[in-house]
């Protein structure tokens, strides 16, 4: 049974910048679709970006595209979300998720899903 933990959250400054991991266990990551997603209490998971099996990339909604920059480590089973000059607006709870068919930003699509990890960005 697939497994995914996220780490590298936490609280940084408008403009700084998080490297979000998402390290898997009991399977290998190689030959699934990776994605990443955030939710804010009371609206629905929003999909941010997705990487391929093959290394093709995803960015969904302009809010994060040329920010925001996914990418996998197969040899360390782990997938990363790079974050830059990060506004306010991008406080979630990070949530990565995988999945055995293409990329989508649709939550419902992916099978596995981390715990989610909180990233706080302040004034």
């Known amino acids: 049974q697939l497994q995914l933990v996220e780490s590298g959250g936490g609280l940084v400054q408008s403009g700084g910048s998080l490297r979000l991991s998402c390290a898997a266990s009991?399977?290998?990551?190689?030959?699934?679709?990776l994605g990443w997603f955030r939710q804010v209490p009371g609206e629905e998971r929003e999909g941010l970006s997705c990487?391929?099996?093959?290394?093709?990339?995803?960015y969904y909604g302009d809010s994060v595209k040329g920010r925001f920059t996914i990418s996998r480590d197969n040899a360390k089973n782990t997938v990363y979300l790079q974050m830059n000059s990060l506004k306010n607006e991008d406080t979630a709870v990070y949530y990565c998720?995988?999945?055995?068919?293409?990329?989508?930003?649709?939550?419902?699509?992916?099978?596995?899903w981390g715990q989610g990890i909180q990233v706080t960005v302040s004034s």
């Open positions: 998720a995988a999945d055995k068919s293409v990329c989508t930003n649709w939550a419902l699509e992916f099978d596995y």
């Open positions: 009991g399977a290998a990551l190689d030959r699934y679709a």
């Open positions: 990487i391929t099996s093959s290394g093709s990339t995803y």
